[in-house]
């Protein structure tokens, strides 16, 4: 029996936790049952994106995408998708606004505007089976490279697509290839940086889950065009999954012959092996990546000497970040051209952002480079959840800053987002909405800047602590209209004294949230009131007399007895003693009580 | 060999895998990760042990044991429970969450239950934003938690 169709079910972190490990066991058991699994595969692939709508469930050839697949319904697929060719009209993906069903990935609204490079065989194919990423062209690229091209071709080629690295900076690739090239020593080094420690941001997570070849291609690639015959993926303890999968890929790719020695045939010979991560946030800083894979403390070196020239071992080193990595091999087979066709003057090709938080289409998104704001968080992301005001999109994590409404329809790239005192950084993007605190948030951020600090430099170290006592301080009540200038004078000195990009950057989100929403600053310092209602100390609980019906139930629950009143009659909190507990607020089932 | 105050077949169990290590150079944190999952956690007398086996000063061992938020000196619980800090879970009321958690274990000060039997802790990002907030126990993600499920959670690994 030739196969006929084949189930895709995802099997990235998310919707493994909404449970699609059982969806595909199900799948299979249907299929077992009805005899039908010589014709037809399930298969679990890497992460769809769509994390929101999760578990998902293609079915190929038909081309259908099934959305919040749970066992009930996987058994529904088997036995009218499968075994009748009826779909399953109520697990198709329903337009919010039209009611319209979208049985297509491509005219789902999510994914319309997508151009999928770095994230091309996510949700396409088993990505712990190398034949299937052979399949899809998988090394390819290697295979002409080191056939076809001298390393300074591939350097020219990977130089002429604009590529800049995705990890945050925005360094030019080829650039950074050519100097580790120019350095002359016997042993170099690659490293890919999988460290993803923002906050919020899952992109790399996703490729290294669902397509790790295209990282261990790439990682050849440039160790061929620099001269390196040795690479390290340096990746987080906290993604078990995506390590599991990267062993599997190596030790694929070296029975294949396409890691070790003389690859392909020819007298290039490269191998990879993973390091784990032990929970550091500097690490992703390349001079504190390498202080770490040699056994120390991750603390970040004076630059230069550059890792190009002085790295891991003393010996010359290239580090790039996993998403940068996977756009490599398309780049080589399609042509420079044409990734350089694509994206901003400045900026080529696409990026991938993670986008959470107040959405209501959470997930993960591959754009074009110049894309808006707007459209990335309204038609793709589905606007904010429950109909609430969109007040800011913070880019970058800790190192970046919060872009309010008006800026929503700037073309972003590296440079626009820099501009807006924010930055690219590595693709998460967080929407809030009018309930979210930007006092709050700057604290927030501050907070994991100053637990992250390594120590090294007095300004980060300090500097961003006095900043955090200053925020409490505000965010308490006690805040002074000195305050706010002592905290924006520390975040100018600690962003000019720090050595890395963690202290340079740490104040964005205290910085950028003073320039955009100093209004709320304000509204904590002087009226000692949080507009969005989240500072708890400066909350004030008041009873709305029209919608009291006086069942007393308030009374009974505060803790303090300063809810007073007459059964049937409407009942007043006494401020005086009231300690913004908020039990009143969550028992009182009229919405009689409101705080500000 | 000098006496250290441990249990002598784990020491000899982390011995027998640092022995077994060729490259020694650069290979602290992994012996580490080692020793971490043999004792559960990092005693003194073990980050002892471990630099006189590898030949360096007991200093850089501590200093990169304290350094990586992974490593930890203080015995930990049977079930380790971590709440998402990262920002997607903190903006739908991540520290809501561990409030109750602390509050359903009665845990006042440091972060294991009197019974021993769970660690609570903090982490940034797993990852899974699209289910903001999340709980990971021993692994095991949970998503979309609510203040109400926390307690059915937690009673899974009570028996």
Redesign the interface.
């Known amino acids: 029996m030739p196969l006929r169709m084949e189930l895709l079910v995802c099997g990235g972190t998310g919707c493994q936790a909404s449970n699609s490990s059982r969806v595909l066991e199900v799948l299979r058991e249907g299929i077992q049952e009805a005899n039908l699994q010589e014709e037809v595969r399930v298969l679990m692939t890497g992460c769809f994106g769509f994390c929101e709508k999760g578990p998902i469930v293609k079915v190929m050839p038909d081309n259908i995408f099934y959305v919040e697949v749970d066992e009930e319904s996987a058994r529904k697929i088997v036995r009218e998708h499968v075994i009748k060719g009826r779909i399953v009209e109520e697990k198709i993906y329903k337009e919010p606004e039209t009611e319209e069903r979208l049985p297509e990935q491509s005219s789902i609204p999510f994914y319309k505007k997508q151009i999928r490079i770095a994230l091309r065989n996510c949700g396409k194919i088993d990505p712990e089976n190398i034949n299937e990423y052979i399949a899809s062209d998988g090394y390819m690229a290697l295979a002409r490279v080191l056939t076809e091209m001298t390393p300074e071709e591939v350097i020219d080629a990977v130089k002429r697509s604009g590529l800049r690295g995705r990890g945050g900076g925005g360094f030019p690739t080829g650039l950074k290839w050519e100097a580790t090239r120019k350095s002359k020593s016997d042993v170099k080094y690659i490293i890919c940086n999988a460290d993803e420690g923002d906050p919020g941001a899952f992109m790399d997570r996703s490729i290294l889950e669902g397509d790790p070849h295209s990282v261990l291609e790439g990682m050849a690639i440039a160790g061929y065009a620099i001269g390196a015959q040795f690479g390290y993926i340096y990746v987080r303890a906290e993604y078990p999954l995506a390590i599991h999968r990267l062993r599997i890929a190596i030790s694929q790719a070296r029975e294949m012959g396409l890691l070790g020695k003389n690859i392909l045939g020819t007298n290039f010979s490269f191998d990879v092996e993973i390091k784990i991560g032990a929970g550091a946030f500097i690490c992703g800083e390349e001079t504190a990546l390498i202080n770490s894979i040699e056994g120390g403390r991750g603390e970040p070196t004076v630059k230069p000497p550059y890792p190009a020239q002085v790295g891991l071992w003393k010996k010359p080193t290239n580090i790039n970040n996993v998403e940068t990595f996977a756009n490599v091999p398309p780049i080589i087979l399609n042509g420079a051209e044409w990734f350089s066709s694509i994206g901003t003057e400045k900026s080529k090709g696409t990026k991938v952002f993670a986008l959470a938080g107040k959405v209501n289409n959470v997930g993960l998104v591959e754009v074009p480079m110049g894309i808006t704001l707007r459209e990335i968080i309204y038609d793709l992301g589905g606007g904010i959840k429950g109909g609430k005001k969109f007040k800011a999109v913070q880019t970058g994590g800790p190192s970046g800053g919060c872009i309010p409404a008006e800026h929503l329809d700037t073309p972003i790239d590296y440079d626009t987002l820099n501009a807006l005192g924010s930055m690219m950084g590595s693709g998460g993007m967080i929407v809030m909405d009018e309930d979210d605190c930007m006092v709050n948030i700057a604290k927030f951020y501050l907070e994991f800047s100053c637990d992250e600090s390594c120590g090294r430099c007095t300004a980060c170290r300090v500097g961003n602590k006095r900043m955090l006592e200053i925020l409490n301080k505000i965010t308490e009540g006690k805040g002074e209209m000195e305050d706010l200038e002592m905290l924006k004078e520390l975040a100018e000195t600690v962003k000019d004294s720090s050595l890395c990009g963690l202290g340079q950057t740490s104040p964005n989100p205290v910085l950028s949230t003073m320039k955009f929403f100093y209004d709320e600053y304000l509204a904590h310092v002087k009226d000692k009131s949080c507009p969005a209602g989240v500072c708890t100390e400066l909350l004030k609980y008041y009873i709305i007399p029209e919608k009291c019906v006086g069942c007393t139930a308030c009374a009974k629950v505060c803790p303090v007895n300063v809810i007073h009143g007459e059964p049937r009659k409407v009942h007043v909190i006494d401020r005086e003693g009231c300690i913004k507990c908020g039990e009143c607020y969550r028992t009182c089932r009229f919405g009689a009580i409101t705080r500000k | 060999m000098a006496k250290y105050d441990v249990d002598e077949v784990k020491l000899r169990q982390l011995e027998e895998y640092i022995d077994s290590i060729e490259q020694k150079?650069?290979?602290?944190?992994?012996v580490?990760?080692k020793a971490q999952e043999i004792f559960g956690y990092l005693p003194k007398d073990v980050q002892l042990f471990i630099a006189r086996k590898l030949g360096i000063f007991a200093a850089?061992v501590y200093?990169?044991a304290t350094?990586?938020?992974?490593?930890t000196m203080e015995p930990r619980g049977k079930h380790v429970i971590n709440v998402c800090?990262?920002?997607?879970c903190?903006?739908?009321g991540a520290d809501k969450i561990l409030e109750e958690i602390k509050k359903e274990l009665d845990i006042k000060d440091g972060n294991m239950s009197k019974d021993g039997l769970f660690t609570v802790d903090t982490?940034?990002?797993?990852?899974?934003?699209?289910?903001?907030p999340?709980v990971m126990v021993d692994?095991k993600?949970?998503?979309r938690v609510k203040v109400e499920e926390v307690k059915g959670i937690l009673d899974e690994y009570r028996e």
């Open positions: 150079e650069g290979a602290l944190i992994g580490l990760y850089k200093g990169v350094f990586y938020s992974y490593f800090m990262g920002t997607a903190f903006v739908k982490l940034r990002c797993v990852g899974a934003c699209g289910l903001a999340v692994g993600v949970y998503g």
